[in-house]
């Protein structure tokens, strides 16, 4: 199976605050890469998909990159509604993985 | 607007079983590929199984392999989980998700939409 791995955990940010998490794959997994957020007690959002496709009803300031075996989702300026746990998802082999996710929490 | 509503959670004892619905709305059910993805209690997000919208192909992940058998009943626009020998390892919420649709393609890992989950307990 692919093991993801997001870094940081945790990370702890202020609301306008420039945010980037990073995943990376054990292996190529071309931009077969999708993000997801979660809120505590909620079921996890589609955020990203294709490595940089964001969903509808997402804003903008989320975007992702990344191809290979790294990757990055960006929030260029962090608010209030954005505090939750992010997962970054690997579609290209059966088992789909996810990474540990991380947590964005207020300063 | 998709729905989609699990139910059938609860407590069971080990080597127990449990069979978990989700029931489907809002869009046509047969021409989706449907997912169970869980998520133990403080923990991450584990794909458990998926399978094509005329049922005639499923996968499992490795650990309920033998043991979970998804379905769905398109005429009632349902997905089930038979879960059996459940062990305590495989306690966790449960939620259905719904393979993405888009340009053309339909892809079985891009889950984009969820259920609100449903738990299950594995306990003596």
């Known amino acids: 199976d692919i093991q993801m791995t997001q870094s940081p955990s945790s990370l702890s940010a202020s609301v306008g605050d420039r945010v980037t998490i990073t995943c990376r794959a054990s292996q190529s997994i071309g931009r077969y890469l999708n993000w997801y957020q979660q809120k505590p007690g909620k079921a996890p959002k589609f955020l990203i998909y294709?490595?940089?496709s964001l969903q509808s009803g997402f804003p903008s300031r989320f975007s992702g990159t990344g191809s290979g075996t790294e990757f990055t989702l960006t929030i260029s300026s962090l608010q209030p509604e954005d505090f939750a746990t992010y997962y970054c998802?690997?579609?290209?082999?059966?088992?789909?993985?996810f990474g540990q996710g991380t947590k964005v929490e207020i300063k | 607007e998709v729905e989609l509503l699990e139910s059938g959670g609860g407590l069971v004892q080990p080597g127990g079983s449990l069979r978990l619905s989700c029931a489907a709305s809002?869009?046509?059910?047969?021409?989706?590929?449907m997912n169970w993805v869980r998520q133990a209690p403080g923990k991450g997000l584990e794909w458990v199984s998926g399978?094509?919208?005329?049922?005639?192909?499923?996968n499992y992940v490795d650990s309920v392999e033998g043991r979970f058998t998804i379905s769905r009943d398109n005429s009632k626009n349902t997905l089930f989980v038979q879960m059996n020998s459940l062990r305590v390892g495989d306690t966790a919420v449960y939620y259905c998700?719904?393979?993405?649709?888009?340009?053309?393609?339909?892809?079985?890992?891009?889950?984009?939409?969820w259920g609100q989950g449903t738990l299950v307990t594995v306990s003596p």
């Open positions: 809002g869009f046509t059910f047969s021409n989706y590929v």
């Open positions: 998700a719904r393979g993405y649709c888009g340009a053309g393609r339909c892809y079985w890992y891009y889950f984009d939409s």
């Open positions: 399978i094509s919208g005329s049922g005639d192909r499923t």
């Open positions: 998802q690997q579609t290209s082999s059966t088992p789909p993985t």
């Open positions: 294709a490595a940089s």
